[in-house]
């Protein structure tokens, strides 16, 4: 273990991060130092496998639970991990093949504090980042083709509120997937550009083999310090104006807008409810409701609730019991997952499940992998996703605006940056 003070922390970072590129697993955190309600993820850069996660088990939570050992694992959850809470399934057709699951124990650890580093490695770490070469080429990405048409888009949103007016949910995440394949990629360049078009405080960088995880995620699934558990769902989104003016009238009218506010109000009492399955009875508490957080891209409507978790509850049947969470699925939850395969025409994968890291106390910090790009280098595709709450009320031309307001800045990254 060994503390040293870093330079130019955005050059060793860059060769730090191409350096880990060369193992077969590595996972990169950080918050951006954007202020955020419990912090942003803490800033870490995990290298190498020591053990890796090979679940065969039918409850990967439970297995998982095994392969902890007190040690600090990196990785993510895919959303068809559902297919182990609820009896559900998932055969959609699937672009870039992620496995559902994947966790590993670093063999290199380096814990940033500003700019300083703690370095947890048998190995001289220093030397290989600085002896470490940059001169990979520029990235090159097809232009994104969008899984659905427009119109197909428009005609599912109608069918939704239909099914709301029937009676069988209340509201329901969709979302539509767009695809392409690499022609040549240098995943670190990809993800440094992603971080500066639309800096978010659950930024994640994963290799697992030849999947990649780029992440400009704003949303906190999940976190767990000590007994207290925080979970932090977006519902409501505007664009940032191009004026000062403007933005503020958009920030007022998101806060103001009546639609925005039921959606979040039925995602907190969801996550209320879910909380609920693993906490002391009574501790489970709104903090803050219908909170207005701006970022580079979008103003999002984001509320706090916290609880304390029960003494006989393991940390990762709290993560259980509230996976996947409800600002990505809807209410009530079983139904809409069903109504999800039935009407997306592609499988989720990793996208809207959690990406993140567990410590050896148990404690852990998970976002939710929306606003990012999934690499697939062994087949040469990529993909990435972008959905909105329907309710009722919901006009289907204005979601498909709110879809492409979060598509954004990836698009723009494939088409400028690449």
């Given at each position: 273990?060994?503390?040293t003070?870093?330079?130019?922390?955005?050059?060793?970072?860059?060769k730090a991060?191409?350096?880990?590129?060369?193992?077969s697993?590595?996972?990169?955190f950080?918050?951006n130092?954007i202020?955020?309600?419990?912090?942003?993820?803490?800033?870490i850069?995990?290298v190498g496998?020591?053990?890796i996660?090979?679940?065969?088990e039918?409850?990967?939570?439970?297995?998982l639970?095994?392969?902890?050992?007190?040690k600090?694992l990196?990785?993510y959850?895919?959303y068809d991990?559902?297919?182990?809470?609820?009896?559900?399934?998932?055969?959609n057709?699937?672009h870039?093949q992620f496995p559902?699951i994947?966790?590993?124990?670093?063999?290199?650890?380096?814990l940033?504090?500003g700019?300083?580093v703690?370095?947890r490695?048998?190995?001289?770490?220093?030397?290989?980042i600085e002896n470490t070469?940059?001169?990979?080429p520029?990235s090159?990405?097809t232009?994104?083709k969008?899984?659905?048409?427009k119109?197909?888009?428009?005609?599912?949103i109608?069918?939704?509120r239909?099914?709301?007016?029937?009676?069988?949910c209340?509201?329901i995440n969709f979302?539509q997937e767009?695809?392409g394949?690499?022609?040549?990629?240098?995943?670190?360049q990809?993800?440094?550009?992603?971080?500066?078009?639309?800096?978010?405080p659950?930024s994640?960088?994963?290799k697992h083999?030849?999947?990649?995880i780029?992440?400009?995620?704003p949303?906190?699934?999940?976190?767990?310090?000590g007994d207290?558990?925080?979970s932090?769902?977006i519902k409501?989104t505007?664009?940032?104006?191009?004026?000062?003016?403007?933005?503020?009238?958009?920030?007022k009218?998101l806060?103001?807008d009546?639609k925005?506010?039921?959606?979040n109000?039925?995602?907190v009492?969801l996550?209320r409810?879910?909380?609920?399955?693993?906490s002391?009875?009574?501790?489970?508490k709104v903090?803050e409701i219908f909170g207005i957080?701006?970022?580079?891209?979008v103003?999002q409507?984001i509320s706090?609730i916290?609880?304390?978790k029960r003494?006989?509850?393991?940390?990762f049947?709290v993560?259980?019991s509230?996976?996947?969470m409800?600002?990505?699925t809807?209410?009530?939850?079983v139904?809409?997952?069903?109504?999800?395969e039935?009407?997306e025409?592609?499988k989720?994968?990793a996208?809207s499940?959690?990406?993140?890291?567990i410590?050896?106390?148990?404690?852990?910090?998970?976002?939710?992998?929306?606003?990012?790009?999934?690499?697939n280098?062994?087949s040469?595709?990529?993909?990435?996703q972008?959905?909105?709450a329907i309710?009722?009320?919901?006009?289907p031309?204005?979601?498909?605006?709110?879809?492409?307001v979060?598509?954004?800045?990836?698009?723009?990254?494939?088409q400028?940056?690449a």
């Open positions: 273990m060994k503390t003070s870093i330079n130019n922390k955005p050059q060793f970072l860059e991060l191409h350096w880990a590129n060369n193992f697993h590595c996972a990169y950080q918050s130092g202020p955020y309600p419990y912090q942003g993820f803490n800033e850069l995990a496998a020591k053990r996660f090979k679940p065969n039918n409850d990967r939570f439970e297995a639970s095994a392969f902890h050992q007190n600090w990196f990785g959850l895919g991990l559902k297919n182990d809470t609820e009896n559900l399934s998932s055969s057709s699937d870039v559902e994947s966790f590993f124990e670093a063999q290199h650890l380096l940033f504090k700019n300083e703690e370095i490695s048998e190995e001289d770490v220093l030397g290989q070469e940059i001169n990979l520029q090159k990405l232009v994104p969008a899984s659905i048409t119109a197909a888009y428009l005609d599912i109608e069918k939704l239909q099914h709301i007016e029937e009676g069988d209340y509201e979302c767009f695809h394949e690499i022609e040549c990629t240098n995943p670190i990809l993800y440094s550009d992603l971080n500066k078009l639309s800096p978010s659950f994640s960088f994963q083999n030849d999947h990649y780029l992440s400009a995620s949303e906190r699934f999940m976190k767990k310090e207290k558990i925080i932090q769902p409501g505007r664009p940032r104006g191009k004026s000062k003016v403007e933005d503020e009238a958009l920030k009218e806060r103001s009546e925005e506010l039921a959606e109000m039925m995602i009492d996550v409810n879910d909380l609920a399955r693993s002391k009875i009574g501790s489970v903090e957080y701006s970022f580079q891209q103003h409507m706090t916290v609880s304390e003494e006989d509850v393991s940390a049947e993560i259980k509230a996976f996947p409800g600002s990505m809807g209410a009530p939850k139904k809409v997952m069903e109504l999800i039935q009407y025409s592609t989720r994968g996208f499940g959690a990406a993140g890291y410590s050896p106390n148990g404690d852990f910090d998970f976002n939710v992998l929306i606003r990012s790009l999934f690499l280098s062994a040469k595709t990529y993909s990435f972008a959905g909105s309710t009722y009320d919901s006009i031309e204005k979601e498909y605006e709110e879809c492409m979060k598509a954004k800045a990836i698009i723009s990254l494939i400028h940056g």
